[in-house]
């Protein structure tokens, strides 16, 4: 028993051990931002097409610190476009809060502007997701003539040798998988139609002064 014992208090010596602090970083709390349509679209088509939440995709660009300096340094040289933002809240990690509003603070800039230019870095993620949609559209209908030629071959199976052989058993099971794949492929390329309407120049809010 001791040496089990010591064996535990080994382990927990030498596992990462976690602050209050650290606990309440990674608290979700809400945010309000004025953005731009362009700026809130990027967000939301990013997080879809990667299969992420929104909170993860905001705690992404608002960690590199410097970055939002940088930023931050920057923004007096640009002619901000304040028309037509959108008030629109979300959740983030209460850590990217404080960093947010401390550079904010610090820099004399506006935080929605922070936003609105670290949002700019997913330009080439939209650019990309963009080029792979026009190929899976492309591909799908490959996919759907591939899907028809098996329904195909299924008739030609069953009528042949009839619905209770092995061979016509382990076809309409294939074709059954096949079937809910290709519902799964074209339910995700029709929810990639936001990104195929996504004007990129939209998210370009700002103009050298």
């Avoid at 097409?49 to 300096?69: A, M, N, P, Y």
């Avoid at 008739?155 to 076809?171: C, R, S, Y």
């Amino acid at each position: 028993m001791p040496e089990k014992h010591e064996k535990n208090r080994s382990l927990e010596m030498s596992l990462p051990q976690a602050t209050s602090a650290d606990l309440r970083g990674r608290q979700s709390v809400r945010a309000t931002f004025r953005l731009t349509e362009g700026c809130i679209d990027a967000i939301h088509i990013v997080a879809t097409q990667l299969g992420i939440k929104q909170k993860s995709l905001f705690d992404h660009l608002v960690e590199d610190t410097k970055l939002l300096e940088s930023i931050a340094r920057e923004f007096q040289r640009y002619e901000i476009n304040n028309r037509n933002r959108i008030q629109k809240t979300y959740v983030i990690s209460r850590r990217s809060l404080i960093s947010l509003d401390e550079i904010a603070q610090s820099f004399d800039a506006p935080r929605d502007i922070l936003v609105e230019f670290s949002v700019q870095r997913l330009l080439p993620i939209v650019k990309r997701e963009q080029e792979r949609h026009k190929k899976r559209k492309e591909l799908l209908k490959i996919i759907d003539k591939h899907h028809k030629n098996g329904n195909d071959i299924l008739k030609q199976v069953v009528g042949e040798l009839g619905e209770d052989d092995p061979i016509t058993n382990e076809f309409l099971t294939t074709m059954a998988v096949y079937q809910s794949a290709k519902k799964n492929m074209s339910a995700f390329v029709e929810k990639g139609k936001m990104i195929e309407e996504f004007d990129l120049d939209a998210l370009e809010t700002t103009s050298s002064s």
